[in-house]
């Protein structure tokens, strides 16, 4: 059975940096696309960004850009999450995700796994 564990969630003011973690396990790891997404109170839950299997392709939302940095380390079966420069937009529950294939997609409906998300708060 896959399992996906986000940490890394807490509560940090605007301007700061915060790093999330998703660990896996039940499957082979490498092998997967993984994604981050984000839901914020009372919107639907949208795309943050994406990895490949190896890495070597990233997506990112318009909107985080520039300021996130996704990463995997496929030894440890993790995929981290960097966000810089924080806006109180980024508060809401994030969700990582794997996707069966080796590339990552923007649609939600695109992966099939999910872990039980982490909260973030950004305060002004």
């Known amino acids: 059975q896959v399992q996906l564990v986000e940490s890394g969630g807490g509560l940090v003011q605007a301007g700061a940096s915060l790093r999330l973690s998703c660990a896996t396990s039940?499957?082979?790891?490498?092998?997967?696309?993984m994604g981050w997404f984000r839901q914020a109170p009372g919107k639907e839950r949208e795309f943050v960004a994406g990895?490949?299997?190896?890495?070597?392709?990233?997506l990112y939302a318009d909107s985080v850009k520039d300021r996130f940095t996704i990463s995997r380390d496929n030894a440890k079966n993790t995929v981290s999450l960097l966000k810089n420069s924080l806006k109180t937009g980024g508060t809401g529950g994030y969700y990582c995700?794997?996707?069966?294939?080796?590339?990552?997609?923007?649609?939600?409906?695109?992966?099939?796994?999910w872990g039980q998300g982490t909260q973030v708060t950004v305060s002004s």
């Open positions: 990895i490949s299997r190896n890495g070597g392709t990233t």
């Open positions: 995700a794997i996707r069966n294939n080796i590339i990552p997609r923007i649609r939600e409906d695109s992966y099939d796994h």
């Open positions: 039940g499957r082979s790891f490498s092998i997967y696309a």
